[in-house]
């Protein structure tokens, strides 16, 4: 007997719900000399928190359930709402098992939240964990190692062990496992989006930021296996990709709102942690150069990530909507996202050029009223249908 789909789901929506981290806090306790990692929203190498030890834990703001009070103090109004809700995390003691922080490298704003974080909490190992920005071996890839092997240092320190090449490959190889069944679930929605609602995809996906890698792979298994068995009605919806959230998280209301506004969400940017690196990271010679050579060859494309070559910005939207036979696009970026905002201009020509509909709207994580969202999106929908129909 499989596990049911509403099982799964309703454990991956109580870990979604707490914001006191039970399971990592329990991860951490049941084992002397464990250590927890956390990170913002954002592709960090976990294989290497996993080879010293150690959890790594999604730090993904405070969502629609957190009232920011203190937090507001810190920033000022026109920026996002994840650095002041992450903020609010840690000054209520939310975070106050985590040894480590890192900060890897999306914005200004996430830049310096990891200066203000060392302030705050000096007893916290806490760093700003930077990417290459020129993609040749010889010197994206050379830097890009060298911030590897001080991240290896860091955590050493913190575990007080070595972090081995040996012990870094069995990690890149349970990652590349679980990021073969991400791929998996994202391929059966695509195919099958009425099996695969993207309400469920998106919390089975949380769960795996707060999850050890080794459990996240058993539930995405039994998830694939229970959702292919359930009968589900298929309706006649538009299949879309949604793009932009790639850092502070929508709320899940809103996912709910386009999907019961008529469309699939049949691709997505949510938490592309997990997807960072498109393929598997190969685990035989030299771990770092080969984590390195993946990120800056077959890795994910986003706003938050440079591309030197201009004339490709924007096709992935294209690859996307030909690979999951998507009919438009929609834009759902945070407020304020300097990244997602600059680029959708450019985004937006690209889809143009090759006849693709879009639509473009602003969220904030707690954003409440999803009415306007959800009138947008059926009305794009149903043009979707009427300009296919002509």
Known sequence: MSTPTSEIIDRCQALF?????????EWKAAVPGRVVVGYMPFYVPREIIHAAGGLPLGVLG???QLEVIQGDAYYQSYICRIPRSTIELGVTNRLDFVDAMLFPSICDVIRNLSGMWKIMFPKVKSRYFDVPQNFADKVGGTFYIHELNELRALLAEATGREVTDDAIRASIALFNENRALVREVYAFRARTP??????EVYLLMRAGMVLAVEEHSRMLREYLVAAAAEDRPKRDNSRVVVT???CEQPPLNLIKSIELSGCYIVDDDFMLVNRWEQSDVPTEGDPL?????????NSA???????PDRAKKGLFLVEAVRRTHAEGVIFATPSFCDPALLDRPMQQRVLAEHGIPYIAFKYAENSGQMQPIREQAG??????KLWSAA
């Open 244 to 246: 932009g959230a790639f």
């Open 194 to 199: 009425w099996k695969a609602p993207s309400a």
């Open 301 to 307: 494309s986003t706003s938050a990530k440079y591309e």
């Open 379 to 384: 009305t794009f929908a149903d043009s979707i």
């Open 17 to 25: 719900d707490d914001l006191n981290f039970t399971y990592a806090r």
């Open 289 to 297: 150069a080969n984590l390195s050579n993946a990120y800056l060859h």
């Open 62 to 64: 405070g969502g629609e």
